[in-house]
């Protein structure tokens, strides 16, 4: 039942999945549920918030560099960079879990951030 539901819906809890066998009169401990999930090959992740960057989007950061690559310095100092604010973000609020099957080295795809 434990992966089951946790192939349907990556983002169930921990504490989701200890509600659910409870009211099926079972007890286990978020703990059980970690390792039953290890176990089958998932693995507690970050889920991403924002979608990864699409080969158009890659093209335009590209181009936006290459026109700004003589800029001054004094150009720079009031913009807020995407990692300045990101600080803020991630200190006041979690990010949420999902469970996902460990991947082999050739199924990683690699993505640039280009600021």
Avoid at 90 to 110: D, E, F, W
Wanted: proline letters at 5%; glycine letters at 4%; aromatic letters at 4%.
């Amino acid at each position: 039942m434990i992966t089951r539901t946790v192939s349907k819906n990556p983002r169930t809890t921990r504490g989701d999945l200890v509600n659910d066998l409870q009211r099926a009169a079972t007890k286990v401990t978020k703990a059980t549920i970690s390792n039953t999930l290890r176990r089958q090959g998932l693995k507690s992740c970050s889920a991403r918030r924002v979608p990864l960057l699409k080969p158009v989007h890659i093209q335009a950061r590209l181009k936006f560099a290459r026109e700004h690559l003589d800029d001054p310095e004094e150009d720079w100092e009031n913009v807020i960079w995407k990692t300045e604010k990101g600080v803020t973000l991630v200190a006041s609020v979690p990010l949420p879990v999902a469970y996902m099957k460990r991947l082999k080295k050739t199924q990683i795809k690699l993505y640039a951030d280009g600021a």
